[in-house]
Nanobody, 125 residues
Framework: QVQLVESGGGLVQAGGSLRLACAGSGRSFLNQGMGWFRRAPGKEREFVAAINWSGGNTYYTDSVKGRFTISRDNTKNTVYLQMNSLKPEDTAVYYC??????????????????WGQGTQVTVSS
C-alpha cells in the first residue's frame, strides 16, 4: 500500500503560481499512473491532470491546459503539479491519487486506488 501526502498549497493572488508535490511512501509507485483532482467549495471532485508511469504521457482538463503542468520524479517517489496563471476559479482542495494496478493515465476517479488527504489552494482576485 502507498501512502500519499500532498504539500505546497496556500494562498496566492490571481496570476500567481504554486507548485504542489505529492510524496509517496510505503511502496514505490514507479509503475503506476498518477493523477491530480480537486474539489471546489460546493462542487463535486473533478479531474485536473494525470500522468502515466514513466512521465511520457500526460493529460489535462481543458480549463487548466497551458497553465498547469504535471510531472513526476520516480527516484523521489513524488508527483508534482506546477500551477501558473492561477485564477480564482482554481480555488479548491487538491488531491493526488494513484493506481495500484494501472500504468497509464485516466480521468476516471474510480480507477484510482489510493488518495492523499488534500492540500488547500486559494486564489484571491
Amino acid at each position: 500500500q502507498v501512502q500519499l501526502v500532498e504539500s505546497g498549497g496556500g494562498l496566492v493572488q490571481a496570476g500567481g503560481s504554486l507548485r504542489l508535490a505529492c510524496a509517496g511512501s510505503g511502496r514505490s509507485f514507479l509503475n503506476q499512473g498518477m493523477g491530480w483532482f480537486r474539489r471546489a467549495p460546493g462542487k463535486e471532485r473533478e479531474f485536473v491532470a494525470a500522468i502515466n508511469w514513466s512521465g511520457g504521457n500526460t493529460y489535462y482538463t481543458d480549463s487548466v491546459k497551458g497553465r498547469f503542468t504535471i510531472s513526476r520524479d520516480n527516484t523521489k517517489n513524488t508527483v508534482y503539479l506546477q500551477m501558473n496563471s492561477l485564477k480564482p476559479e482554481d480555488t479548491a482542495v487538491y488531491y493526488c491519487a494513484g493506481r495500484a494496478a494501472g500504468r497509464t493515465w485516466t480521468i476516471d476517479q474510480a480507477a484510482y486506488d489510493y488518495w492523499g488527504q488534500g492540500t488547500q489552494v486559494t486564489v484571491s482576485s
